[in-house]
T-cell receptor
């Protein structure tokens, strides 16, 4: 079945550092890919998405590129802020389906 | 505009009891999905409802059931609670159900945190 694997956390960085959170997936066909963020005490918020190979999703300085050849969707940000501290989830969804398949999440802490 | 609202926000039950969780979708959204998020893990799909009909079910036992009302709100019911049912239960709504790639993005509520003792 479909699955999503994220890099193990927690990840701790200093403010203004470069961020990469790795995400790879296993799925038949070409699913849409998503990054969600969960701040403490809140639900999931969609951060960005990509619907086909080589698409780049971007939002709030975060970027991720859909790489079919490596089945990856790594999340990057050039300069993180304390306010980026949260748990980040990579997810996939097939065309015509509503079910999201999530990775286990990566907790990110940014120190001032 | 109100987002997805869930109630209660926190609750504590004992093993064997029953629980009902409620969800109100964003106005105009006709699809509601339920996810279970165990501490330290990613959310797992439980159900999806669209226009009051079940459109998808995850790998959960029959103790879990749900329904959607004419106003598109939804309830998730769990019978005979087990310790392992302790989790954050997330509701998400969208305009439609599935559809073309990238459409009908889910908007999540803050969740109902269930503790089973």
């Amino acid at each position: 079945g479909d699955s999503v694997t994220q890099m193990e956390g927690p990840v701790t960085l200093s403010e203004e550092a470069f961020l990469t959170i790795n995400c790879t997936y296993t799925a038949t066909g070409y699913p849409s890919l998503f990054w969600y963020v969960q701040y403490p005490g809140e639900g999931l918020q969609l951060l960005l998405k990509a619907t086909k190979a080589d698409d780049k999703g971007s939002n709030k300085g975060f970027e991720a590129t859909y790489r079919k050849e490596t089945t990856s969707f790594h999340l990057e940000k050039g300069s993180v802020q304390v306010s980026d501290s949260a748990v980040y989830f990579c997810a996939l969804r097939h065309l015509g389906a509503q079910k999201l398949v999530f990775g286990q999440g990566t907790r990110l802490t940014i120190n001032p | 505009d109100a987002g997805v609202t869930q109630s209660p926000t926190h609750l504590i039950k004992t093993r064997g009891q029953h629980v009902t969780l409620r969800c109100s979708p964003i106005s105009g959204h006709k699809s509601v999905s339920w996810y279970q998020q165990v501490l330290g893990q990613g959310p797992q799909f439980i159900f999806q409802y669209y226009e009051k009909e079940e459109r998808g079910r995850g790998n959960f036992p029959d103790r879990f059931s749900a329904r959607q009302f004419p106003n598109y709100s939804s309830e998730l019911n769990v019978n005979a609670l087990l310790l392992g049912d302790s989790a954050l239960y997330l509701c998400a709504s969208s305009l439609g159900a599935g559809g073309r790639a990238g459409a009908n993005v889910l908007t999540f509520g803050a969740g109902s945190r269930l503790t089973v003792l």
